[in-house]
């Protein structure tokens, strides 16, 4: 029980940082001027700040849902938010990502929302 709320409190810590620095770079520099160890820092606070986000919307939708058992509800409901919010998190990097590529089509979103139905079916069998 402890390792949930010290897991809650840090993953918002972690994701309320990530947010003031993607901030500051956005508003303070370019990708020309930081270089590749800077796009690389952008893209994993990015990623930082979205599992904040996804892991608090699973934990509502999973709330909501309420098909958990009751005695094992806060344990099972924070594991399972965490690691579905692991993974959803990703759409939105990689989004980002191929759209520094030169643009997001139709395709490249069809390609992601597939990956990320697929990514979704492996954890909720316990394969990754």
């Given amino acids: 029980m402890c390792y949930n709320s ?3 409190k840090f993953l918002l810590v972690v994701s309320a940082f990530a947010a003031v620095v993607l901030l500051m770079m956005m508003t ?4 020309s001027v930081v270089g590749p160890v800077g796009v690389l820092v952008f ?3 990015a ?3 979205f ?3 996804a892991a608090f919307g699973c934990r509502l939708f999973f709330m909501l849902r309420g098909k958990l058992n009751k005695a094992n509800q806060s344990a099972n409901l924070e594991k399972k938010s ?3 919010g692991l993974v959803i998190a990703l759409a939105p990097v990689i ?3 191929v759209g520094s590529f030169g643009g997001v089509s139709i395709i ?4 992601t929302i597939i990956l990320e139905i697929l990514l979704c079916f492996m954890t909720s069998r316990n394969v990754i």
């Fill in 6 to 8: 010290l897991m809650n």
């Fill in 95 to 97: 989004i980002m990502l």
């Fill in 51 to 53: 599992l904040g986000l």
């Fill in 108 to 111: 490249e979103v069809l390609l």
């Fill in 28 to 31: 303070l520099t370019s990708p």
């Fill in 82 to 84: 965490l690691r579905y």
């Fill in 47 to 49: 990623y930082l700040f």
């Fill in 43 to 45: 893209f994993t606070t």
